[in-house]
């Protein structure tokens, strides 16, 4: 059996009817990405997986995939309106058919536009129609006979994108002469719901894709970034929205790929945000442990599944960034590192004489956190400080909170506290029973401003060269944390401070250090 040696996920551009213009030009970039030459190379070189999420604007809200979930949030109100007002219902299942049509309309139009063979086109523009209309059917039928609505519901609404989408690049491949086949992993494997999202789900899941890629044959499989059955919910539970890069981690697992490509539409991983830091560079490479604490700090950069899953693998695997708008260009290669496995990332290093000591590099990266709440509880008790912290942290997880920074003492703990706005309720809810333990203050509109870096244990006096260029622009802190692993120095700002905070650091422990 031939196994691939590459696998690709391809994200592509796409715009609302009313700029058509730049829908075309969005679509043309990521057809014309597909069919360059040096891709068109790659496929005969080597034995290609195309791993694809639903088709976006690059703003996740006017992505398919979001108007997907407004579609759900139909369903949803039609199974709250159940026995109660037939009218709304008739109401939202029309609704939900509308943004059903203008999800057809624009994969029909993409079709059209890029699709030159008629007999191509036409098969393509049927199974589009079909797919949208079996959509329609099954909310008509969750109004006529009481289906449930749950996270499985949800599931099912949302797999519709990639669906939609890998019909699109499988007849896009074929009208361009590359024989490929869809490969639908919705129904590829089932598994217990009451089972745990561990490392057996994960072998399970790969060795499924496993099968059905390799009934492909020689033909460049076109697989869903969407795959069903998880305990849970796929949306709700613990993999979230991104599970297209974890698919694409566990089909190269499977097939022992050399290398998994995330194609996106930036140029890789920067050293800061370059939106918001005309100075970031662009990182040639990157080990996965610093990209691990980029993306929890803030950083979309991969999913954090995604990483565990290649790297673990044996032999690892490397992770390319590409960007489908630059194809030629390199990118950002998350490198395995032996020397940083999990078992070496929590032991220092013994000391080494003075004169062994290397000029101290610059860290890799800046990067913020946004909507961060502070909640400082002071116990009223002077002791027993461990039945204090077993309360706290006892509360927040009954509301299913996590804590991405804290700072303690004795008879004191202040949490940072990701606030999105799904967890309004829940935060209100803890934030009253944690008075309880004590006097409880909330800080509000604050950010996680961090500095990450593999070396920065080797940098003597990075933490206090962070701390006084911050001190010198009038940034105040309020809470300060290093990391176990001492990769990442992080401090909690004012969310007002945020942008400005992060280029004074980027300015001073990068550009200068040019």
């Known amino acids: 059996m031939i196994f691939p040696r590459k696998v690709w996920i391809w994200k592509r551009k796409k715009e609302r009817k009313k700029e058509r213009k730049k829908e075309r030009n969005g679509l043309k970039m990521s057809c014309m990405t597909v069919t360059d030459p040096a891709n068109r190379a790659s496929l005969s070189q080597n034995r290609v997986i195309v791993v694809c999420s639903a088709r976006s604007t690059g703003k996740k809200a006017e992505g398919t995939t979001s108007r997907l979930l407004a579609v759900y949030g139909k369903l949803r109100g039609v199974g709250a309106a159940m026995c109660v007002d037939e009218e709304q219902q008739n109401e939202l299942v029309e609704q939900a058919r509308g943004l059903m049509l203008d999800i057809c309309n624009d994969h029909v139009f993409a079709a059209e536009a890029y699709i030159q063979d008629p007999s191509l086109r036409g098969k393509l523009i049927q199974t589009i129609k079909d797919e949208c209309q079996e959509l329609v059917e099954y909310i008509v039928a969750a109004k006529r006979f009481n289906l449930e609505i749950n996270s499985r519901a949800k599931d099912r609404v949302i797999s519709f994108g990639e669906k939609l989408s890998c019909r699109f690049m499988a007849a896009l491949l074929q009208d361009k002469g590359v024989e490929s086949e869809y490969v639908d992993l919705c129904d590829s494997f089932h598994y217990d719901a009451n089972e745990r999202l561990d490392g057996k789900f994960y072998r399970t899941a790969s060795k499924a894709f496993t099968r059905k890629i390799a009934a492909c044959e020689s033909r460049v499989p076109v697989v869903t970034g969407f795959f069903g059955n998880v305990p849970g919910s796929l949306i709700d539970g613990d993999i979230g929205r991104g599970y297209t890069d974890l698919c694409a981690a566990l089909c190269a697992v499977g097939v022992k790929a050399e290398e998994l490509q995330v194609w996106k539409e930036v140029d890789g991983i920067f050293s800061a945000d370059p939106s918001k830091v005309p100075t970031a560079r662009l990182l040639s490479s990157i080990t996965p442990s610093e990209a691990a604490e980029l993306t929890f700090y803030g950083s979309e950069v991969i999913h954090h599944l995604t990483m565990d899953q290649v790297i673990r693998a044996e032999p690892p695997i490397p ?28 032991t220092r290093d013994s000391p080494k004489p003075q004169a062994e000591h290397k000029k101290p590099k610059r860290p890799t990266a800046v990067t913020i956190k946004d909507h961060i709440s502070v909640i400082n509880v002071h116990s009223n008790k002077r002791s027993i400080s461990h039945g204090f912290f077993a309360r706290v942290f006892s509360i927040l997880d009954t509301y299913s909170i996590s804590v991405d920074l804290i700072s303690t003492s004795e008879v004191h703990v202040s949490m940072a506290i990701h606030s999105s706005s799904q967890q309004v309720e829940a935060f209100g809810k803890a934030t009253k029973e944690l008075a309880e333990c004590g006097d409880v203050s909330v800080l509000n509109d604050m950010a996680i401003l961090s500095l990450v870096g593999a070396e920065m244990k080797n940098m003597v006096g990075i933490a206090g060269r962070m701390f006084s260029t911050l001190g010198e622009h009038n940034v105040n802190l309020e809470m300060i944390s290093q990391g176990a692993s001492e990769i990442n120095i992080s401090c909690v700002i004012s969310a007002r401070d945020a942008t400005r905070a992060m280029n004074v650091l980027h300015t001073h422990l990068f550009t200068f250090l040019e």
């Open 319 to 346: 992770i390319r960034i590409k960007n489908v708008k630059n194809p030629r260009g390199n990118g950002t290669i998350v490198v395995p590192d032996r020397i940083l496995s999990a078992s070496h990332q929590l």
